[in-house]
T-cell receptor, first 117, second 112 residues
Framework: DTAVSQTPKYLVTQMGNDKSIKCEQN?????MYWYKQDSKKFLKIMFS???????INETVPNRFSPKSPDKAHLNLHINSLELGDSAVYFC????????????????FGAGTRLSVL | DQQVKQNSPSLSVQEGRISILNCDYT??????FLWYKKYPAEGPTFLIS?????DKNEDGRFTVFLNKSAKHLSLHIVPSQPGDSAVYFC???????????FGGGTRLMVKP
């Protein structure tokens, strides 16, 4: 029973297309995240949502639009895909913002490898 | 501007020996320092952490040391096992924003 699940695992598409990646967590967490791991293997935060509200947006192009229908889901929609969007995208969740280590440990999905041709 | 640096992209160690993975940071506001382990085709998994008010935390074969004055931390694995072969990420947390900042990772290879 996967705690944080992402679909699809692989996504190959043409430049200019629009695509979505879905993420679901069954941990009862309040906070969810999207990270991008680029070709140099750096993991960088893109967005963070707490109880369906956006709390972090790290200078991500407007073509990327996260959507959180409920606190267990955070989907990532990407418009007009570009070659530079090719990367592995990771979804994560944590119990919530605030003090204390337990709240801040993030649990990651297995990743979605996006290839833009 | 990299706030977190892992200067060794790879490390090779013999089984049974100690593995030492290093991490340097620049932001003095970090509250917790987390280490994540990542296998190929999987997401990072939490391994061990240390609070900024401590200088050592031990969990079984894994020990993390923090030197705040030098803004340096290290992860020690002893004895190293082949199953420890993975990429290790240092990820400090700015508690105010609950944001993890990942280093570039160190690929550890433990040879039997």
């Amino acid at each position: 029973d996967t705690a944080v699940s992402q679909t699809p695992k692989y996504l190959v598409t043409q430049m200019g297309n629009d695509k979505s990646i879905k993420c679901e967590q069954n941990l009862g967490h309040d906070t969810m995240y999207w990270y991008k791991q680029d070709s140099k293997k750096f993991l960088k935060i893109m967005f963070s949502y707490n109880n369906k509200e956006l709390i972090i947006n790290e200078t991500v192009p407007n073509r990327f639009s996260p959507k959180s229908p409920d606190k267990a889901h955070l989907n990532l929609h990407i418009n007009s895909l570009e070659l530079g969007d090719s990367a592995v995208y990771f979804c994560a969740s944590s119990s919530g913002t605030g003090t204390g280590l337990v709240k801040n440990i993030q649990y990651f999905g297995a990743g979605t490898r996006l290839s833009v041709l | 501007d990299q706030q977190v640096k892992q200067n060794s992209p790879s490390l090779s160690v013999q089984e049974g020996r100690i593995s030492i993975l290093n991490c340097d940071y620049t932001n003095s506001m970090f509250d917790y320092f987390l280490w994540y382990k990542k296998y190929p085709a999987e997401g990072p998994t939490f391994l061990i952490s240390i609070s900024s008010i401590k200088d050592k935390n031990e969990d079984g074969r894994f020990t993390v040391f923090l030197n705040k004055s030098a803004k340096h931390l290290s992860l020690h694995i002893v004895p190293s096992q082949p199953g420890d072969s993975a990429v290790y990420f240092c990820a400090p947390n700015n508690n105010a924003g609950n944001m993890l900042t990942f280093g570039g990772g160190t690929r550890l290879m433990v040879k039997p």
